[in-house]
């Protein structure tokens, strides 16, 4: 199965007021500047998680705005809270097997600037044999508005062959498909 290419966000956002608390944890792991993961239920059986975000000095380039680093530390936030879910990185690598990031394509549609409040949704967009794809929307809170939307291909890599696994069940299920 592809993943949604769709540039309109699957899982809108209320526009909401700027000022959420800086509160930065992941299960019990802090991820500077960022909001607590929430776990949300995404349509069916599909779940993903949620985060509040808020764009900082370092975040910004010459150009007054956001620079792409920024968006892609944001999407590897949503992505440890998403692999959590499943199964705590550490965990993984106690095991034998840790996640990779195979490709990243982000697409910009509007530019964030210095303060602006975002909410960032990550969830499982396709399954493969041996990928899966993830989808991350940011939304500015204050207009609803979708800044950005990125498509990234992951699979699990057995670290002892160095090759990708079968996707386990475990994401198989936050994608909503049985067994």
């Known amino acids: 199965m592809k993943p949604e290419n769709s540039i309109e966000t699957q899982y809108p956002v209320e526009a909401s007021q700027p000022g959420r608390p800086a509160g930065s944890t992941n299960g019990n792991r802090p991820i500077?500047?960022?909001?607590?993961?929430?776990?949300?239920?995404?349509?069916?059986?599909?779940?993903?998680?949620?985060?509040?975000?808020?764009?900082?000095?370092?975040?910004?380039?010459?150009?007054?705005?956001?620079?792409?680093i920024g968006y892609l530390r944001w999407c590897e936030d949503l992505r440890l809270a998403l692999l959590d879910m499943v199964l705590p990185l550490d965990e993984s690598l106690r095991q034998g097997i840790c996640p990779v990031v195979a490709e990243t394509n982000i697409r910009y549609r509007r530019p964030v600037v210095l303060f602006d409040m975002v909410v960032g949704t990550q969830y499982i967009s396709a399954i493969e044999e041996r990928f899966f794809h993830t989808t991350t929307e940011l939304v500015r809170e204050s207009d609803g508005e979708l800044v950005a939307v990125s498509v990234q291909k992951l699979c699990i890599v057995d670290m002892e062959t160095g090759r990708a696994i079968e996707v386990p069940q475990g994401y198989k299920d936050l994608y909503g498909m049985e067994q």
């Open 32 to 68: 500077p500047g960022a909001g607590t993961a929430e776990h949300v239920t995404l349509g069916g059986a599909r779940q993903g998680v949620r985060m509040h975000f808020r764009a900082q000095s370092y975040d910004i380039d010459f150009a007054q705005h956001m620079n792409n």
